[in-house]
């Protein structure tokens, strides 16, 4: 019996060691552990460095990147870059949950692409390497290089942690052939313009009506609604939610009231954004908010059926872009050997080149300053005018709240923007109640 | 269990007589649960005693040192009105699955308990649901509820009716879920009755005819009766499987919209994987285990009571 | 006479009515995998002339054989493994009297009911802190033992007369020869249900794969499946291109339950039966 009585509690003590130790390195994911991982993984590689990267663009995007990849390798005989797609790198995408466990567990890649509102969490985690010195030094990707305003999301509190990848901006779509026969010559520059000409754009009844605009439900552009309105998102201290605060509404508000009044149509659903593209593509709706980097898509869905183009987003009190899009970011696990191979391939896709071919073959923004001089890319501006508008549109980008619990922010944001748009709840109320629920995810 | 079994083995091992035996006995047993012990110990008990413990600090991705907090993530969650959701969500969900997918599996399982032809054939498609990984059937039912083109909005218009968007608005999103949910796990239901009515000795429904009993006297007073096992049983595994819904929810809308399809598994998930908070996502990971090991405690509670003992 | 005739008629139809329910989304899967893209929002039942070429462009799309292989490989491991691990602990439970019996199994209920969700951030640490995020070894180690497979063959087990084991006993007999020579193999139908209700369950189980493997040639059919919705339909909703890829990923299941439909149900009756 006694022998019996000690095994159990052999057992108990065993499993509650373990507990200790199993804890202990999920909360405190030291270098100890780490720095072996990394000396094996070099020891076993023994002549190119091997380098992982992991991104979350998928489809033909997904092929782009690969064949650049393999371009890379052949050139660098010294190096291997292992790419892999890894599901959405969007915020809360599959990609960003993997590097929250890689990152909890101490065995991040080398390099990834991070979603430029998730860049303060990252580099708040200290998992992410410095960069801003190899940039400075850099003949290609030194700070004076970019284009201004593409930086903006690279930084946390002044130095920077990631250099640009795969950038965008939301702009205004519209319908060219709708606006000429409504008599409208120009696109609006101003919300009220906007909603007078969605008044004015907006005809038929039934499944043959034409909407005059279409906002996104989404909180990429609410960010820009909420600081071209004259608004602020998190108080200066970044301690406090102050996007409930009037200005902050205004554009809110008057997207909501064209929704009621039936000059706009929403999209909802799990398909949201997509089906949104997909309305503009069909000419049911003549205006609306979407990433430039749909316009590929758009090119591609509405053929001959009608004219179009992109415009600046309109005014409120101002203009303010949010960045978006995903940087490339290399983290600080990896070796020396694997860092500076890391730096090698990244100061090589963002060299005019490369840059240039990413964004003449996917739609994204160029990075560089160099880039818009190169003759390919003045040709891919001739052919694709579109793209000009979102390059303007840079100088007008503002960085978003440099806080790393902002994407706890953006979950509230994002139910309440489903409110207000799918179940029509009042704006100032049902921000009131996010703006709270953000506060304690703040604090 | 155990008492009547040690005391006919303790008979055995008397004859034989010897003490050594008997710890040799106790080493094997031992012995023989220590491989599956082991790996739930590794992967099931000890990642368990971490919730509890990280549920204690204040942990998030950008505080790479946790600090103590106490019950504070406790009663943060307590006090969010989104962890409410989610547990009044799954709640729905489990009311729904009672009201809707146990009533017609008991239905089903009596039907298929008749002598009729091509039993089978209904009983594996009925069945057939259970066995289609809920990503699939999660991506199927995205398709059936799509805004357009998706059959059931084209049958809605077909009868003249405007389409619904089933997953875009919080009132039809959960429900799309629940609808889901049942088409998956009702066959299972129901073989589950069918075994339970199958165990009803037919000496009992004899001896309630002699009495004179009609048919819903015996099914009253004998078949529900034996049932009593089998309807616990799916009310606990009902109740379980609900509070796991994860897959559907995360194919077919996110948790949302506005919340609304948010679950208490998918809540953990969006705290500790979406918001990068460990901590809060670990209380919640401790509630949930808590509340589990009630129903388990139930569960075995009751089925001591109703089930007959081995012998 | 009559009424016992309008009873078996109401009940064909009831059971018709409920396999047309439970048939139809599988119908509609396989419709809209036939269909061409423009078709994809007419409300056709079937199409005109069905698209073959969407099942090679979603064969194309991705290298499913690969999956395949990797969920076969990694799920026949782990139902082999828990065979081993659940009939040693089940046998210890039904035939070797322990201290503390009750709140063992109690411990194995409650492992069934916790959901990965609630655990896999420790299970995460401890695998990678060994090296095994990524491999063969992290999809298979963690359910290695299984609660389900021990409540089940406990099942399996009781049903068995205790007068034989015990009469083996009396003869000398060790309990591993009684386990290997006598439980076993009048366990056999138990066994194969636990084998094919767990290759299933973990067949088509998301969460897991999804957070421990990071290349492609470690990647498992569901996770296959839910890329290749953000992948490559989800983007453009193309429902056909979708849905034959998510016939490709059900059918090896389907196929199973074909084959194995007795043990599966017989599974699902005995973990009820019994408490």
């Known amino acids: 019996m006694m022998k019996r009585d000690r095994l159990w509690k052999t057992g108990a003590l065993l499993a509650l060691g373990l507990v200790a130790t199993g804890c202990g390195t999920a909360a405190a994911p030291s270098g100890g552990q780490t720095q072996t991982a990394g000396a094996s993984r070099a020891a076993a590689s023994s002549q190119p460095v091997t380098i992982t990267f992991w991104y979350g663009v998928g489809t033909t995007l997904s092929q782009d990147i690969q064949q650049m990849v393999q371009a890379f390798n052949q050139t660098h005989p010294g190096i291997k870059v292992v790419a892999t797609y890894q599901g959405s790198y969007s915020g809360g995408g599959e990609e960003q949950q993997k590097l929250l466990a890689a990152i909890k567990a101490g065995d991040p890649p080398t390099i990834a692409q991070i979603e430029v509102h998730a860049m303060p969490v990252f580099a708040a985690s200290g998992q992410l390497l410095d960069l801003t010195s190899l940039m400075q030094s850099s003949s290609v990707d030194k700070p004076s290089n970019f284009l201004p305003g593409i930086l903006v999301s690279t930084q946390y509190q002044g130095r920077y942690y990631a250099v640009p990848f795969n950038r965008s901006v939301p702009v205004l779509y519209y319908n060219k052939t709708l606006f000429a026969k409504a008599h409208i010559a120009s696109p609006p ?108 898509k758009v090119t591609k869905g509405v053929g001959n059926q009608f004219q179009w183009g992109t415009a600046l987003l309109p005014r409120g009190k101002s203009l303010a872009v949010p960045p978006g899009g995903g940087d490339l970011a290399i983290f600080k696990d990896a070796t020396p050997a694997q860092q500076k191979a890391a730096w090698t391939f990244i100061q090589w896709w963002t060299a005019p080149k490369q840059s240039v071919q990413w964004s003449t073959e996917t739609g994204y923004l160029p990075v560089q300053k160099a880039d818009l001089n190169d003759p390919t890319y003045q040709a891919y501006l001739q052919k694709h005018p579109q793209y000009r508008t979102a390059i303007e549109e840079l ?41 709270q629920a953000a506060d304690q995810n703040l604090g | 269990m155990a008492k009547a079994a040690e005391a006919v083995i303790a008979q055995v091992e008397a004859k034989r ?11 094997t047993g031992v012995a023989m649960m220590a491989p599956a012990l082991f790996f739930l110990m590794a992967f099931v008990f000890v990642p368990m ?25 406790y ?62 059937s999660g991506l199927i039912f995205s398709l059936l509820f799509a805004t357009d083109g998706g059959p059931v909005n084209l049958a809605l218009q077909h ?83 609900t509070f796991q819904t994860f897959d559907q929810v995360y194919v077919m ?42 129903l388990s405690y139930l569960q075995m509670r009751a089925s001591r009571r109703w089930v007959v003992e081995e012998s | 006479m009559k009424v016992q005739h309008i009873l078996k008629a109401a009940t064909y139809a009831a059971l018709s009515v409920a396999a047309a329910a439970c048939l139809a989304p599988v119908y509609w899967m396989i419709r809209t995998s036939l269909m061409p893209t423009n078709g994809l929002l007419s409300p056709a039942l079937w199409p005109a002339h069905p698209a073959w070429s969407n099942f090679v462009a979603a064969w194309r799309a991705q290298p499913f054989l690969l999956y395949l292989w990797n969920s076969v490989f990694t799920n026949g491991a782990i139902v082999v493994l828990q065979v081993i691990t659940s009939s040693l602990a089940a046998y210890a439970l039904v035939f070797i009297p322990l201290r503390g019996k009750r709140w063992l199994f109690f411990a194995v209920l409650v492992a069934m009911m916790v959901p990965m969700q609630a655990t896999f951030v420790p299970v995460y640490t401890m695998l990678s802190a060994v090296h095994l995020i990524n491999t063969y070894g992290a999809l298979i180690l963690p359910y290695a033992g299984s609660a389900f497979g021990i409540f089940l063959m406990r099942q399996g087990f009781l049903t068995l007369p205790r007068d034989i084991v015990d009469a083996a006993r009396v003869d000398g007999a060790s309990e591993w020869w009684i386990l290997t020579r006598i439980v076993l193999p009048n366990n056999k139908p138990t066994i194969v249900t636990l084998v094919l209700l767990n290759f299933v369950y973990h067949y088509n189980s998301l969460f897991w794969p999804l957070v421990a493997t990071n290349t492609t040639n470690m990647r498992v059919v569901p996770v296959a499946l839910s890329y290749f919705l953000t992948q490559d339909a989800g983007q453009t909703l193309q429902w056909n291109d979708a849905m034959a890829f998510d016939i490709f990923a059900v059918a090896p299941v389907v196929i199973l339950f074909l084959i194995g439909q007795r043990y599966f149900i017989q599974g699902v009756a005995q973990t009820a039966v019994k408490g």
């Open chain 1, 189 to 296: 520059a101003t919300w009220a313009q906007l909603a007078a000409d969605a008044k004015k754009l907006t005809q038929g009844s039934g499944s043959n009506k034409i909407y005059g605009f279409e906002p996104l439900v989404d909180w990429w552009p609410w960010e820009y609604a909420v600081e071209s309105g004259g608004g602020s998102i998190l108080s200066p201290d970044l301690k406090r939610a102050t996007f409930d605060e009037p200005p902050a509404l205004s554009i809110l508000e008057t997207e909501q009231s064209l929704v009621k009044q039936g000059y706009a149509k929403v999209e909802t659903g799990p398909n949201y954004w997509d089906l949104m593209t997909q309305d503009f593509i069909s000419g049911k709706v003549a205006m609306d908010i979407d990433s430039i980097g749909s316009a590929g």
């Open chain 1, 395 to 435: 100088r007008y980008e503002h960085p978003s709240p440099e806080s790393p619990a902002y994407l706890a922010v953006l979950q509230p944001v994002q139910q309440a923007l489903q409110g207000i748009f799918d179940e029509g709840k009042p704006v100032a109320a049902t921000m009131q109640q996010a703006a």
């Open chain 2, 17 to 27: 007589s010897t003490r050594r035996r008997r710890m040799s006995l106790q080493m």
């Open chain 2, 49 to 73: 005693g971490c919730a509890v413990y990280l549920s204690l600090y204040q942990s998030t991705l950008y505080t790479p040192k946790p600090v103590f907090a106490g019950l504070a993530n």
């Open chain 2, 75 to 136: 009663a943060h969650l307590f006090s969010a009105p989104d962890f409410w959701q989610a547990a009044a969500n799954t709640v729905w969900l489990a009311v729904g699955m009672m009201a809707l997918s146990l009533p017609a599996a008991l239905l089903l399982a009596v039907l298929l308990n008749q002598r009729i032809r091509g039993r089978a054939v209904f009983r594996a498609a009925i069945f057939g649901p259970y066995v289609i990984p809920l990503v699939s």
């Open chain 2, 159 to 241: 009868l003249g009716l405007s389409p619904v968007n089933w997953l875009g608005q919080a009132r039809t999103a959960l429900l799309s879920v629940l609808i889901l949910t049942a088409w998956q796990f009702t066959g299972y239901y129901a073989i589950i009755f069918l075994a339970g009515l199958q165990s009803v000795p037919s000496s009992l429904v004899e001896a309630c005819q002699v009495d004179g009993g009609g048919r819903w006297q015996v099914f009253r007073h004998v078949t529900l009766r034996a049932l009593g096992p089998s309807l616990f049983f799916a009310v606990v595994i009902c109740l379980i499987q």
């Open chain 2, 253 to 294: 809308t996110g948790g949302g919209p506005d919340g609304a399809t948010t679950t208490f598994a998918y809540y953990i998930f969006e705290k500790g994987f979406q918001a990068f908070n460990i901590g809060e996502s670990s209380a919640a990971s401790v509630v949930l285990i808590l509340v589990l090991a009630c």
